[in-house]
């Protein structure tokens, strides 16, 4: 797996800024520097937008680098080395290209870290079902916990209600609106 990484958002400044979330054409690029490489097109008021091998955002990089493992803001471990991950890269892309007239760069914020997505707000048939696992857990808590001797049966399934309602919570808690 390869993360992308790039600097943070300015305004979309050039050679300063990330570019702003949306889609974008990439398409086949070589120099010297970079060998082969990748450019990104139709960025609103930015040009030579590259997806190259960098190791410091902050330092060297004024396009898109690859990582193995981002470690931190505009810094990686890089398993593979970038110019390595740049090699499978664009050996898919230009593999595409071969078939396609086009290839295309979504470029959204798919990573949230877990806290975020924890107090961003809920989807109204989220909570819906957050609340039916809440519900769950309690009406399992309460048979599990009941001082008198219950059949095995209705242990086991108060166990799975349990389970049940844990994830369902859970995971309700965490999604976000799609336009996030």
């Not at 110019?83 to 230009?94: D, P, Q």
Request: hydrophobic share 45%; aromatic share 8%; proline share 5%.
């Amino acid at each position: 797996m390869m993360y992308s990484i790039e600097l943070p958002w300015k305004d979309n400044l050039a050679q300063v800024s990330c570019i702003p979330e949306g889609k974008y054409e990439g398409i086949k690029r070589w120099n010297l520097k970079f060998n082969r490489h990748l450019q990104v097109m139709n960025v609103s008021k930015r040009e030579h937008i590259l997806i190259h091998p960098a190791n410091d955002a902050t330092h060297e990089l004024k396009a898109v680098s690859l990582w193995s493992l981002i470690t931190g803001a505009g810094k990686g471990i890089r398993f593979i080395p970038t110019a390595g991950g740049m090699k499978i890269l664009t050996s898919l892309v230009y593999g595409v290209l071969v078939q396609h007239d086009h290839v295309f760069i979504n470029k959204n914020q798919i990573l949230m870290n877990l806290f975020e997505r924890a107090v961003s707000p809920t989807p109204t048939f989220f909570q819906k079902l957050r609340n039916i696992g809440l519900m769950l857990t309690a009406i399992s808590a309460a048979i599990i916990s009941t001082p008198v001797a219950i059949p095995a049966v209705i242990t086991t399934i108060a166990g799975y209600l349990a389970v049940a309602g844990t994830v369902l919570s859970g995971v309700s808690q965490v999604t976000i609106p799609e336009d996030k």
